[in-house]
C-alpha cells in the first residue's frame, strides 16, 4: 500500500476551510527546502521553513535522550497567534493562524488529504 499526501489539495483546503484565520502557510521538507506556500502577508518563508526545520530537529534530539518519541507537531502560542507545525509523511507542514482556529480542524483537513493506494 502506498500512502500520499496530495500537497496541492492540502495547501487549497486549509485556505478555504480557514479563510482568514490562517496568515500563512508553508509546507517544506524535513530539511527545510519549500515546496508550497501561501501566504497572506510579506513573511520570508525560506527562513521561516529553515527555522521550524531546525526547531523540529532540536525537539528530535531532546525527545530521543530521555526516551520518549518524536513530536508530531509543534504549537508556538505568540499575543493573538498560533504556529502549528505539524510533521507527516516526511513533510512539515506550517500555519500562522488566528489563536481562534480550532487545532482539530487542521489535523481533519490535512487526514482528508492522504491518498493511499
Known amino acids: 500500500m502506498t500512502v500520499i499526501l496530495n500537497l496541492d489539495l492540502v495547501l ?13 502557510i508553508i ?11 501561501y501566504i497572506n502577508q510579506e ?3 525560506s527562513s521561516i521553513g529553515l527555522n521550524m526545520s531546525q526547531l523540529y530537529e532540536l525537539a528530535e534530539e ?16 505568540s ?4 504556529i502549528l507545525s505539524i510533521k507527516i509523511l516526511e ?4 500555519l500562522l493562524t488566528e489563536d481562534q482556529v480550532d ?11 492522504i491518498i493511499t493506494n
Open 62 to 77: 531532546i525527545t530521543s535522550e530521555i526516551g520518549v518519541h518524536n513530536p508530531d507537531f509543534n504549537v508556538i502560542h
Open 103 to 113: 487545532f482539530s480542524s487542521v489535523f481533519e483537513i490535512i487526514n482528508k488529504c
Open 91 to 94: 513533510k512539515i507542514i506550517i
Open 12 to 24: 487549497d483546503n486549509l485556505v478555504k476551510e480557514l479563510g482568514t484565520g490562517v496568515y500563512f
Open 43 to 45: 513573511f520570508n518563508k
Open 79 to 82: 499575543d493573538n497567534f498560533y
Open 27 to 37: 509546507i517544506t521538507s524535513e530539511n527545510g527546502a519549500v515546496i508550497k506556500s
